[in-house]
């Protein structure tokens, strides 16, 4: 009898049902982007939240698979000393939205239905080359 109930015991525990005095490893939220790289994702309650710098260019991947309404709204807030363009591109490769300029220390959101599921690519450029500072939120409705 102590043998079955030591075997349904460590049965239990292998399958993660019995106790331990080690919590359990947690997954970390990871995002693997278009270029393969592993970037750990925000912890802010939205689909997705990030932060770059970069120079003349800033891209920002994220993916949607479905939300209530479709509807995707984006945010994103310009932290730098120059302008930037804008320019939202669904999985299919179509252009959401192109040319809106973005100045130094304000906040932008577009709204719009999304219809493709799948990755959604942000593009954030300025004409000299100057470095970009930037901030976005996507929140799925």
């Not at 790289?37 to 939205?46: E, G, L, Q």
Request: charged letters at 20%.
């Amino acid at each position: 009898m102590k043998k079955a109930i030591l075997v349904g015991t460590l049965a239990l525990s292998a399958l993660g049902f019995g106790s331990s005095a080690e919590a359990a490893p947690q997954k970390a939220n990871l995002d693997i982007n278009k270029n393969g790289n592993i970037s750990t994702m925000s912890s802010c309650n939205v689909l997705y939240c990030d932060s770059k710098s970069g120079s003349g260019r800033v891209y920002y991947d994220f993916r949607y698979f479905g939300s209530e309404d479709s509807t995707l709204r984006i945010n994103v807030q310009n932290s730098g000393k120059k302008a930037f363009t804008l320019r939202i591109t669904n999985p299919d490769g179509f252009v959401m939205t192109s040319g809106l300029t973005v100045t130094p220390g304000e906040n932008l959101t577009i709204s719009f239905v999304a219809n493709s599921y799948g990755l959604y690519q942000i593009r954030l450029d300025n004409d000299d080359g100057s470095n970009i500072s930037s901030s976005v939120r996507v929140r799925a409705l």
